[in-house]
T-cell receptor, first 112, second 115 residues
Framework: AQSVTQLGSHVSVSEGALVLLRCNYS??????LFWYVQYPNQGLQLLLK??????LVKGINGFEAEFKKSETSFHLTKPSAHMSDAAEYFC??????????FGQGTELSVKP | ETGVTQTPRHLVMGMTNKKSLKCEQH?????MYWYKQSAKKPLELMFV???????ENNSVPSRFSPECPNSSHLFLHLHTLQPEDSALYLC??????????????FGPGTRLTVT
């Protein structure tokens, strides 16, 4: 079965600093990979996706992620954090039957 | 605005009550999902409907009963719940075919508290 591991349940950065949220997956076959963001009192919103095209994927709000097959990783980055980026971020991997397997989430805090 | 709405947004119910959660999607999607989101846990997939047929039931207790009358509407009927059922219940939809089947669009959720 697929699984997703997000390293760090809580990450804190200063405004303007680099954001790096880590995601590793377990799969013998390259899957589809996703990052979702959840703002307080809201549902999940799709940030970006990897579907076997370019390994560097750009998403909304200046985020991007790089698929590295050799490392089974799909880390999320943003060069410069903004206060509005404070939220919870979920990495997800595709499973059979159209299902997504989600990681436990990483809460991002941005300090002024 | 994601095109998926959920009502009510908040619900407090006793263990002997019966209530229903409603989800509606305006995206023309074929598949709909119920998830349970508890604090400090990954999202738990509860049910999947594709073209109004249930295709997944992840060992969910029978006190949760889903209903999908058409491709735009999804309900979750609740009865004799337990306090540990308190959580955020999220509805999602997806186009249901090919790689886009994995692009799920979520509603804002219903915050359920069982007293």
């Amino acid at each position: 079965a697929q699984s997703v591991t997000q390293l760090g349940s809580h990450v804190s950065v200063s405004e303007g600093a680099l954001v790096l949220l880590r995601c590793n997956y377990s799969s013998s076959v390259p899957p589809y990979l996703f990052w979702y963001v959840q703002y307080p009192n809201q549902g999940l919103q799709l940030l970006l996706k990897y579907t076997s095209a370019a390994t560097l994927v750009k998403g909304i709000n200046g985020f991007e992620a790089e698929f590295k097959k050799s490392e089974t990783s799909f880390h999320l980055t943003k060069p410069s954090a903004h206060m509005s980026d404070a939220a919870e971020y979920f990495c997800a991997v595709s499973d059979q039957g159209g299902k997504l397997i989600f990681g436990q989430g990483t809460e991002l805090s941005v300090k002024p | 605005e994601t095109g998926v709405t959920q009502t009510p947004r908040h619900l407090v119910m006793g263990m002997t009550n019966k209530k229903s959660l409603k989800c509606e999607q305006h995206l023309g999607h074929n598949a709909m999902y119920w998830y349970k989101q508890s604090a400090k846990k990954p999202l738990e997939l509860m049910f999947v409907y594709s073209l109004e047929e249930r295709v997944e039931n992840n060992s969910v207790p029978s006190r949760f009963s889903p209903e999908c009358p058409n491709s735009s509407h999804l309900f979750l009927h609740l009865h004799t719940l337990q306090p540990e059922d308190s959580a955020l219940y999220l509805c999602a939809s997806s186009p249901g075919t090919g790689v886009k089947a994995y692009e799920q669009y979520f509603g804002p959720g219903t915050r359920l508290t069982v007293t």
